[in-house]
């Protein structure tokens, strides 16, 4: 996945009822259109559990008006789950981008990217497990630049708990730094 988003990029999060895709994805769809000025389209699915269902959050961000509001070949995959990797692994664009979170998914690809990250642990090094979708979102940005740290820090300030404020900014930080140093590598 180039560093430098081109018109658009089609995004799709995917795991489990309970893990955040859909507030990553409404964070991610924030972030785009109110603080760095971009398009953004969000949709989001899941099961008919509130936790443990299947849970798909796709996004399309783009310098440009957006035609079409739906995900057909997502950039950019990101799962949590081993039942989302097996639903959605499969759809990601050639050349694409698939982050998969290391201890709950099995990845067996080798025709993407794929990129192994310890977002749960990572999360509960900081303090709570449930900010691993921060720390995936925070690897996203500094991989894809689909938005700007800048700007999604902004859109987490705006809509996170203010008790979960200084947790997720430290997930988010961290899911960064690691895509920005993979990417020095």
Do not use: C, W
């Amino acid at each position: 996945m180039p560093k430098a988003m081109n018109d658009s990029i089609e995004i799709r999060l995917g795991g489990v009822g309970g893990q955040g895709i859909a507030l990553a994805g409404t964070l991610l769809g924030n972030a785009a259109a109110l603080y760095d000025d971009k398009e953004a389209v969000f949709t989001q699915t899941y099961g008919p559990e509130a936790r443990g269902g299947a849970s798909r959050a796709d996004i399309i961000i783009s310098d440009n008006p957006i035609a079409y509001p739906f995900v057909t070949r997502p950039h950019v995959v990101a799962v949590l789950f081993q039942e989302a990797y097996e639903k959605f692994g499969q759809e990601l664009a050639p050349g694409g981008l698939l982050i998969v979170e290391n201890d709950l998914v099995n990845a067996r690809t080798d025709d993407a990217d794929v990129v192994r990250l310890p977002a749960v642990k990572i999360a509960e090094e900081l303090g709570n497990k449930l900010a691993a979708n921060i720390v995936v979102l925070g690897y996203l940005i500094g991989a894809t630049n689909a938005v700007s740290l800048h700007a999604m820090e902004e859109a987490i300030r705006a809509t996170v708990n203010a008790r979960h404020l200084d947790l997720d900014m430290q997930a988010l930080n961290a899911g960064f730094t690691l895509a920005v140093e993979a990417g020095n590598d």
